[in-house]
């Protein structure tokens, strides 16, 4: 079964950082693309930026409102896509989903969504 | 940028009902649609990718049409199962994005 499970979420103060991961089985996560998408308490999706397959180089790409702050990783020797959250504002308050990218599509799999509150 | 916009934001329907959402783009994006549905207190499920490719395991009621600005999801036959916020996406270029979504309640 293909699954993703995020990790890493709660309560951090303004300006500090935290590392959320996602830990995929079921499948070769390196063979894909690993997105992040958010959604703020009440609102709709937002996408956060993605890395692309080992493939297409593993490189990464970003929403202009997280580019400069964030930065999306990957370790296929562990299935883990890793989501570095620097320099945290109130307005990041979100549960964030990790997503499979199908080429540069669709995402046919989500994680069960991981909390971050910013705040002080 | 692209832009997706969505209509209506919010449609209270009866079972049975046909349901009809729209999702416009700001440019020309091809078939690179795809249609989520998410309910409360769960992650986003894909329904439909580039536009109209149906996904194994979604109801045959959950249909999608359109190309280059002008996209359509479809349900026929409404089920009480149905009630969710449903969202569009794009992947035509970076940065993808989603519309706005649309809640559907049932009555």
């Known amino acids: 079964e293909v699954q993703l499970v995020e990790s890493g979420g709660g309560l951090v103060q303004p300006g500090r950082s935290l590392r959320l991961s996602c830990t995929a089985s079921?499948?070769?996560?390196?063979?894909?693309?690993m997105n992040w998408v958010r959604q703020a308490p009440g609102k709709g999706l937002e996408w956060v930026g993605f890395?692309?397959?080992?493939?297409?180089?593993?490189?990464?790409e970003y929403a202009a409102s997280v580019k400069g702050r964030f930065t999306i990783s990957r370790d296929d020797s562990k299935s883990i896509a890793y989501l570095q959250m620097n320099s945290l504002k109130t307005e990041d308050t979100a549960v964030y989903y990790c997503?499979?990218?199908?080429?540069?599509?669709?995402?046919?799999?989500w994680g069960q969504g991981m909390l971050v509150t910013v705040s002080s | 940028e692209i832009v997706l916009t969505q209509s209506p934001d919010f449609q209270s329907v009866t079972p049975k009902e046909k349901v009809t959402i729209t999702c416009r783009a700001s440019?020309?994006?091809?078939?690179?649609l795809h249609w989520y549905q998410q309910k409360p207190d769960q992650s986003p499920k894909l329904l439909i990718k580039?536009?109209?490719q149906s996904i194994s395991g979604v109801p045959s009621r959950f249909s999608g049409s359109g190309s280059g600005t002008d996209f359509t999801l479809t349900i026929n036959s409404l089920e009480a199962e149905d009630a969710a916020t449903y969202y569009c996406?794009?992947?035509?270029?970076?940065?993808?994005?989603f519309g706005q979504g649309t809640k559907l309640e049932i009555k």
């Open positions: 997503t499979r990218g199908v080429g540069a599509g669709y995402f046919d799999c």
């Open positions: 079921g499948f070769t996560s390196g063979d894909y693309a």
């Open positions: 890395i692309r397959g080992r493939t297409y180089g593993g490189t990464a």
């Open positions: 440019q020309s994006i091809g078939s690179s």
């Open positions: 580039y536009a109209s």
């Open positions: 996406h794009q992947s035509s270029s970076l940065p993808y994005s």
